[in-house]
C-alpha cells in the first residue's frame, strides 16, 4: 500500500509562544519503523494557521535531514480548532 499510516509520534511540546524542535527526533520513529515518507503537523493555539518564518525554516530542516535519511517528507501541516494549512499546497515544501 502506498502512504499507509504506520504510526504518530509527539515530537516536541512546546510553550506558549514557541517549540523547539530536533529534527532527530522527529525522524527517529520514521527510521524504527522503516518509513519511506512522514508528515509532520502542529498547532497554534493563536487560531491563526499562518505559517511563520520559524515554520517555514523548519519544513526546510526537516526535509533536507529527510532527503539525507531517505525519508521523504510530504507535508507539513499547520492545524487550528477551524482551519488548516498545508506547506506543500502553498508550495513552501
Given amino acids: 500500500m502506498k502512504n499507509r499510516v504506520l504510526g504518530f509520534t509527539i515530537a516536541a511540546v512546546g510553550?506558549?509562544?514557541?517549540?523547539?524542535v530536533d529534527p532527530r527526533?522527529?525522524?527517529?520513529?520514521?527510521?524504527?519503523?522503516?518509513?519511506s515518507g512522514?508528515?509532520?503537523s502542529h498547532c497554534?493555539?493563536?487560531g491563526d494557521p499562518t505559517?511563520?518564518?520559524?515554520?517555514?525554516?523548519?519544513?526546510?530542516?526537516?526535509?533536507?535531514?529527510?532527503d539525507l535519511l531517505g525519508i521523504q517528507l510530504l507535508d507539513h501541516v499547520i492545524?487550528?480548532?477551524?482551519a488548516r494549512v498545508?506547506?506543500?499546497?502553498?508550495?513552501?515544501?
Fill in 51 to 66: 505559517p511563520s518564518k520559524d515554520d517555514i525554516e523548519l519544513t526546510k530542516r526537516l526535509k533536507a535531514a529527510g
Fill in 44 to 46: 497554534h493555539p493563536s
Fill in 38 to 40: 512522514i508528515v509532520a
Fill in 25 to 35: 527526533t522527529v525522524f527517529r520513529a520514521a527510521v524504527a519503523l522503516g518509513a
Fill in 15 to 20: 510553550a506558549i509562544d514557541s517549540c523547539p
Fill in 79 to 82: 492545524v487550528t480548532d477551524t
Fill in 86 to 93: 498545508s506547506l506543500r499546497e502553498r508550495g513552501l515544501l
